[in-house]
């Protein structure tokens, strides 16, 4: 059995009588080895920091500032020729038709889709986990498949599964005589067809978080609550849900940020129409943005959702902490 080197460097301190220096090669040698490891790791991530800084951090900076200025096209060749304007961006959002709208279909579409994607992802999870034993790997592939494809891929094609006319859907009720409605070009039905198809494309993300939590409880947990008598509905509520919930709050978290962001599902399918029922705070600040060139709204707009995300976030995960200690 060798010593370590701080330890022999000791022995031998105390060998040689107290007036004695350590040996060269002990905790010097240690502390300078340790700084070259420094060194070396701060080389190896120069080139991400630089990158970060320079496509990530910075453009978050200056699109702060550039909320509280005027800023146009006209300012994009000199910068500093935009106009100081304080807070009149975030007081003229609040008083936006427009963005009030945005803002209330976007928590409609975060109401609605979280909880239905959180319950149907459990759902295929508890089946895939337990219920299927064969071709349960065709079944993780065929939910997961729609996660790893293209969004705009995804969205082109419910476009032409909805459409009232040639569309999927269209021609099986045209075979029991029924009349398809036209599922984007109404108010009532476009935002609840754009959920549909959210929550087909996320539930794959949260059953495999949720598959992952269920091979994670312990097997001796489930066999005791049998041998005293659990139910399957109890064994559920009792023992397989609470010991998930800080998998399901995880679960719940990324995809409240992801429906919070909403963008491609209304911008390829439904262009925010009709009439405004389906415009989301993320299309409308591409529109401010990069449509009328109104950079320092759009920038505003962008800071209210960052704060009405961080602060949704921090609640889930004091939720998350309280119930987990």
Do not use: C
């Not at 002990?26 to 300078?32: L, Y």
């Not at 935002?191 to 539930?203: D, G, Y």
């Amino acid at each position: 059995m060798s010593i370590p080197t701080e330890v022999a460097a000791n022995a031998a301190t105390r060998s040689a009588g107290p007036g004695a220096r350590p040996p060269a090669g002990g905790p010097r040698r240690r502390r300078g080895s340790l700084g070259v490891q420094n060194l070396a790791g701060w080389l190896f991530s120069t080139p991400f920091l630089v990158l970060f800084g320079v496509f990530m951090a910075l453009p978050i900076i200056a699109t702060l500032l550039m909320s509280f200025t005027d800023f146009r096209l006209r300012d994009v060749t000199d910068p500093f020729h935009a106009r100081f304007i304080g807070v009149d961006n975030y007081v003229k959002l609040f008083q936006d038709d427009k963005f009030l709208t945005a803002l209330f279909n976007t928590a409609y579409f975060v109401v609605v889709g979280v909880p239905l994607t959180i319950v149907l992802g459990l759902l295929a999870a508890l089946a895939l986990n337990n219920g299927i034993n064969r071709a349960r790997t065709f079944f993780r592939i065929g939910f997961y498949a729609p996660v790893v494809t293209s969004i705009v891929a995804v969205a082109v094609i419910w476009r032409f599964v909805l459409d009232p006319q040639d569309g999927l859907i269209s021609g099986l009720l045209a075979e029991i005589g029924v009349t398809a409605p036209d599922f984007l070009g109404s108010g009532a039905l476009a935002m609840p067809s754009l959920i549909v198809m959210a929550v087909w494309r996320n539930l794959g993300t949260v059953m495999v978080l949720l598959i992952a939590g269920l091979q994670a409880i312990p097997a001796e947990v489930r066999e005791a609550g049998r041998l005293d008598g659990v139910g399957t509905w109890q064994e559920l509520r009792r023992i397989t849900v609470p010991l998930l919930r800080p998998t399901l709050l995880y679960a719940t978290v990324i995809t409240t940020i992801g429906y919070l962001n909403v963008f491609e599902e209304p911008f390829v399918m439904t262009q925010g129409g009709p009439g405004n029922h389906t415009l989301t705070v993320s299309l409308h600040m591409y529109r401010e943005g990069f449509n009328f060139f109104h950079m320092g709204y759009a920038s505003a707009m962008a800071y209210v959702l960052f704060v009405v995300i961080l602060a949704i976030t921090a609640l889930q995960l004091r939720l998350l902490k309280d119930n987990t200690r």
